[in-house]
């Protein structure tokens, strides 16, 4: 695994503390789209120092492949990060599978960014990382993400009751799943 990529229209990347800042903007400009979906968070998420924790934590783990997030920026406007994706609860040995999680700025959705970013990055999880199955879990009211997974090529394994706290509330999901075309 590179911690650097290009696709046809992104540059794909994982990113040190030195990026805090543009991580910060990218999650602060998209707050009102991310948080409906995600764990509550720490009253400080929104200041540079979290950020430059994170990111370097982050980059850490990246290191040891024990969890990666990519940053997803577009050729045209290399300085602004789009989206961003990442593997975790990464299962190795007779597993070989981890779950994909992604987001993507309100203002370059449903311009097929997304679409390239995740089938470039499934591809390569299979091709260069060896692994076998890639999950996705995602709220039912989710169809935007349920669209995205379906395009990608995921198949809908069926709902999971009460399985992740999004909002302070345990939350039902959808469970997603695409299998390595090489095994």
């Known amino acids: 695994m590179n911690f650097y990529y290009e696709t046809d229209r992104l540059i794909i990347k994982v990113l040190d503390e030195s990026y805090a800042t543009q991580v910060l903007r990218f999650l602060h400009n998209n707050r009102d789209i991310f948080e409906p979906y995600e764990p509550l968070r720490p009253q400080n998420f929104y200041t540079i120092n979290y ?17 990666v997030r990519f940053w997803i920026f577009a050729k045209s406007n290399p300085n602004q990060i789009i989206g961003t994706a990442s593997f975790h609860n990464i299962r190795k040995s007779s597993f070989m599978s981890f779950e994909i999680g992604y987001k993507f700025d309100k203002f370059y ?35 935007d993400s349920r669209n995205l997974l379906d395009r990608v090529g995921f198949t809908n394994e069926g709902l999971c009751f009460s399985c992740a706290k999004i909002g302070g509330e345990w939350r039902d999901n959808i469970r997603y799943s695409l299998i390595s075309p090489l095994n």
């Open 51 to 67: 950020q430059k924790t994170m990111l370097r934590t982050e980059f850490n783990l990246a290191t040891k492949q024990a969890f």
């Open 109 to 143: 959705q449903k311009q097929g960014y997304a679409t390239e970013a995740i089938t470039f990055l499934c591809d390569m999880a299979f091709y260069d990382m060896k692994f076998h199955r890639i999950e996705a879990y995602v709220l039912p009211e989710n169809t």
